[in-house]
């Protein structure tokens, strides 16, 4: 079983920049494939970026070259960088881990973008 904690959620301007973090418990952190998703308020939750076992990332277009993910497979940490924020950027921000069958959900965390 995998538990996650997420942090690093709050209240930034426009243009400033958040440290999301989602830490680990359990085993086989290094084998899930990792996404950051969020949900803006009457949205529907999308697949913001992705990183493979391999260290692969992908990102969706509105947060390509503003948004950095990576993992610590040593700490089982995962991050989401989030730079030149702006308001559309608001929204509840989760992790997800999956390894075929396996799936498992941060309980959110709050980032909103305001000036």
């Known amino acids: 079983q995998v538990q996650l904690v997420e942090s690093g959620g709050g209240l930034v301007q426009p243009g400033g920049s958040l440290r999301l973090s989602c830490a680990a418990s359990g085993n086989g952190f290094r084998t899930y494939v990792v996404a950051w998703y969020r949900q803006a308020p009457g949205k529907q939750r999308e697949s913001v970026a992705v990183i493979t076992r391999g260290g692969s990332t992908n990102y969706t277009d509105s947060v390509k070259g503003r948004f950095t993910i990576s993992r610590d497979n040593a700490k089982k940490t995962v991050y989401l960088q989030m730079n030149s924020l702006k308001s559309e950027d608001t929204a509840v921000y989760y992790c997800?881990?999956?390894?075929?069958?396996?799936?498992?959900w941060g309980q959110g965390t709050q980032v909103t973008v305001s000036s």
């Open positions: 997800n881990l999956v390894n075929g069958p396996r799936e498992y």
